[in-house]
């Protein structure tokens, strides 16, 4: 249930930033470029000279336009097959066509030379490796590591339980209906951080994947924290941890 109501909300997600692409190429006429248009609300008199906008425009509209729609169909076709890579779409390929844009723009605003033109690409380049550095980083396994004393969730959002602050690790079917990321990572399958759930509680989410069952683990204070292992099957590695820490209660039917 909650995958689907995940698969859902990226199609929703798609639907909403192409629509918002393809109202940015109607919205930008001649009349209001200097209000705006960014770089060029922030040009001279002499600067806006070189700008041809009567060529200008209509390559924005159109180029918007291709975007929103593409954007749409790749990703909602992507979606369908894979919801990791659809995420990493999300993030990149809007970063990556401006690029485009502003390489191929650059002849009707006095070539890439210009100043606002060298700015945009270089804020773009950094955007789109920035963005590519997090998604790569937020898409890395965090595993568990664990002996008698302890349990590590290694990576993004991951900590040290000491095993005398566990109270009981539990086999979970579902996770709890989430309503609200807090604080953390999410795109396709992977959710990493802290989310509020349908009730108003606060829980942490490792999932490197979504494979069931899950694996709940709650401290003595009633934190929880909802694993996914991804290389590992999740009972596989709850077998593992039972040998190493035995004394922890553990429950293992499949609530």
Request: charge should be positive; proline fraction near 2%.
């Given at each position: 249930m909650v995958c689907k109501k995940y698969k859902k909300g990226m199609i929703y997600v798609f639907t909403g930033m192409s629509l918002l692409f393809i109202a940015i190429g109607f919205l930008v006429t001649e009349n209001n470029a200097k209000y705006l248009?960014?770089?060029?609300?922030?040009m001279n008199e002499n600067e806006r000279k070189k700008v041809n906008l009567k060529t200008y425009i209509p390559y924005f509209k159109k180029f918007?336009?291709?975007?929103?729609i593409s954007f749409f169909v790749l990703g909602y076709l992507i979606n369908l097959f894979?919801?990791?890579?659809?995420g990493m779409f999300l993030a990149i390929y809007p970063v990556l066509a401006y690029v485009?844009?502003?390489?191929?723009?650059?002849?009707?605003?006095?070539?890439?030379?210009?100043?606002?033109?060298k700015v945009g690409l270089i804020i773009l380049i950094g955007?789109?490796?920035?963005?590519?550095?997090?998604?790569?980083?937020?898409?890395?396994?965090?595993?568990?590591?664990?002996?008698?004393?302890?349990?590590?969730?290694?990576?993004?959002?991951?900590?040290?339980?000491?095993?005398?602050?566990?109270?009981?690790?539990e086999v979970k079917k579902d996770?709890?209906?989430?309503?609200?990321?807090?604080?953390?990572?999410?795109?396709?399958?992977?959710?990493?951080?802290?989310?509020?759930?349908?009730?108003?509680?606060?829980?942490?989410?490792i999932l490197n994947s979504s494979q069931k069952p899950y694996l709940l683990f709650t401290t003595s204070d009633n934190r929880k924290i909802y694993y996914s292992a991804k290389e590992q099957l999740n009972e596989e590695l709850l077998q593992e941890i039972k040998k190493a820490i035995p004394n922890i209660p553990y429950k293992l039917n499949h609530e």
């Open positions: 248009l960014s770089g060029y609300n922030t918007h336009i291709t975007l929103g894979n919801k990791n890579v659809a485009y844009f502003v390489i191929t723009s650059s002849k009707y605003s006095g070539g890439l030379n210009t100043k606002a033109n955007t789109f490796i920035f963005v590519t550095g997090l998604v790569a980083y937020g898409y890395k396994e965090n595993k568990i590591l664990f002996d008698a004393h302890q349990i590590e969730f290694t990576g993004s959002y991951g900590g040290i339980l000491p095993t005398q602050q566990i109270k009981n690790i996770l709890p209906k989430i309503t609200l990321k807090t604080n953390g990572f999410a795109l396709g399958e992977i959710r990493k951080g802290y989310f509020k759930t349908k009730s108003g509680e606060t829980v942490k989410l």
